[in-house]
């Protein structure tokens, strides 16, 4: 069965300090997709990145990064030089298979608080 | 448009109450959910419409009735709800007809909804 696990449950930091938020997942599917979404108090998801499983190149957005490694079925998601607007909540997901292929599993969340 | 509209933002009702949370969305996605999130919680699946049509239900109580009045549109009507019931209720949209999920989804908002 499809199942995503984040063991951070809250992480603290300081402002500018850089963050991994850690996500680890199980399949049986040979082609899947995972996904990163961002939760601030607000409560909107916010999407942040897609990646499927051909493709294992790191992926940088300005300063997100993400390090997608097959080999240890983790999808770990790096915040350089942290901001307060940072704080959220933040999900790591990934589709269910077979007759749940239409929903998303999710990770339970890592509540990330940037201080000034 | 790229925007998953959710209305009303808060909502606080009795239990003998009757009242709807309304869900909006002009991407031409082909089907739209309905999620429940509870505090410190991941997302649950509640409901998929696709192309309109009711696809899964996944076991809610019948006090949560939804309905897809068109493409755009989905509804979600509440009675005799619990206090338990006090949740975020999301409302999400994906490009894909039910099937392999593959650009993810596009949420909304939510309507925090307190059952008093």
């Known amino acids: 069965a499809q199942k995503v696990t984040q063991a951070q449950t809250e992480i603290s930091v300081v402002e500018k300090e850089d963050v991994t938020l850690d996500c680890v997942y199980e399949?049986?599917?040979?082609?899947?997709?995972l996904f990163w979404y961002k939760q601030p108090p607000s409560g909107e998801l916010v999407f942040l990145i897609r990646r499927n499983s051909f493709d294992e190149q790191n992926e940088i957005s300005g300063r997100y990064s993400w390090n997608f490694q097959k080999s240890t079925s983790s999808f770990n998601f790096t915040i350089t030089a942290s901001q307060v607007v940072d704080s959220a909540v933040y999900f790591c997901a990934l589709p269910g298979t077979d007759d749940s292929s239409y929903k998303l599993i999710f990770g339970s969340g890592t509540r990330l608080l940037v201080r000034p | 448009d790229t925007e998953v509209t959710q209305t009303p933002k808060h909502l606080v009702m009795g239990m003998t109450n009757k009242k709807s949370l309304k869900c909006e969305q002009h991407m031409g996605h082909r089907a739209m959910y309905w999620y429940k999130q509870k505090a410190k919680k991941p997302p649950e699946l509640m409901f998929v419409y696709s192309y309109e049509k009711l696809s899964i239900n996944e076991s809610v109580p019948s006090r949560f009735s939804p309905e897809c009045p068109n493409s755009s549109l989905l509804n979600l009507h509440l009675h005799a709800l619990q206090p338990e019931d006090s949740a975020l209720y999301l409302c999400?949209?994906?490009?894909?007809?039910?099937?392999?999920?593959?650009?993810?989804?596009?949420f909304g908002s939510g309507t925090r909804l307190t059952v008093v």
């Open positions: 999400a949209s994906s490009q894909e007809g039910i099937g392999w999920l593959v650009r993810g989804y596009t």
């Open positions: 399949t049986r599917d040979t082609t899947y997709y």
